[in-house]
């Protein structure tokens, strides 16, 4: 029986061989199209900070099973490791929270005082939506005390809701059917109004679309904010949702800021595939978890 761990550990290792690929996509050189013939880049492919952050999220839920925000902060604040990729702002709040200031007033300074709404506190989230398989409930809950630490505009918390409840209906779903319409529907009690809602309702709109289609419909992360990657990246999930390769494959294939939808998609896919071919799923290829740069030790552990 695969334990709530399990299932986190699945969704990380999905994750970060999503951002670790997707980041791939940033070098010159590298072939959309040789991608999407099954050829990937050459490892090792390393990963960033969406990856960085997810890894405090899963030790925090494994170790305590919920979410302290201010263990949290320190945790980000003491682990960031700007060449990861980390964006210029959230360096500065992870810097003020290493200084000692207090993780909400850092993080509400930012934006003219209304917060980040950025895509930071979707894209580490997946794991811990995992976690809790079967209680969207929770996982949007835990979600949303998550986000608070970075990014305090609902934009960004609604975006992490709902990716976290995608998650947790992906995994309380493995082994069985999970329809596109069935996975999107899944996410809607957590909405509030705003873009990142409006998107999503779009993107149910959308299923049967193109993957140029959707992206050109609803963001493909470029802005780098929860309402141009939230919605596309849970399209691409419902989609592609027993299929791993081609998820990750369709966020790069779709441009823009391909390593964080590529870890969304892949966070909540692999909730529901798990590693290697299972029955009519198609989960993370071995190869591409091989080629993946290894995770910390003090995840691994």
């Known amino acids: 029986m695969t334990s709530p761990l399990d299932f986190a550990r699945d969704s990380l290792d999905g994750l970060s061989v999503g951002d670790a690929l997707g980041a791939q996509f940033f070098v010159p050189g590298r072939s ?49 490791e700007p060449y990861r990729g980390y964006g210029g702002g959230t360096v500065v709040v992870l810097h003020r929270i290493r200084d000692g200031i207090p993780w909400a007033e850092a993080a509400a300074a930012g934006f003219g005082g209304v917060g980040s709404w950025g895509n ?69 009690p957590y909405l509030i109004d705003g873009r990142t809602s409006a998107g999503i309702g779009r993107a149910r709109q959308l299923l049967g679309s193109t993957v140029a289609e959707a992206a050109y419909e609803l963001g493909n992360g470029s802005e780098v904010s929860a309402q141009d990657t939230v919605p596309f990246t849970l399209w691409a999930a419902a989609t592609f949702l027993t299929d791993y390769p081609a998820a990750i494959t369709a966020c790069v294939e779709a441009g823009g800021d391909a390593d964080t939808t590529a870890a969304i998609v892949g966070g909540i896919v692999a909730a529901h595939t798990g590693i290697g071919p299972q029955g009519d799923r198609r989960g993370i290829p071995v190869a591409w978890l091989a080629a993946r740069e290894p995770l910390p030790a003090w995840v691994a552990n």
């Open 120 to 188: 930071g506190a979707a894209m580490r989230i997946a794991p811990l939506g995992a976690y809790f398989a079967g209680q969207p409930d929770r996982a949007a809950a835990q979600a949303a005390l998550t986000a608070e630490v970075t990014h305090r505009h609902p934009e960004a918390i609604v975006g992490a809701m709902a990716v976290a409840a995608a998650a947790a209906h992906a995994a309380a779903s493995r082994g069985k059917g999970c329809a596109p319409e069935e996975l999107l529907r899944s996410v809607e």
């Open 32 to 80: 959309v199209p040789d991608l999407l013939a099954g050829n990937p880049p050459a490892p090792p492919w390393e990963w960033t900070d969406d990856t960085e952050m997810a890894c405090s999220v899963l030790t925090e839920i494994r170790d305590h099973g919920r979410i302290d925000r201010d263990r949290l902060a320190a945790l980000f604040a003491d682990r960031c």
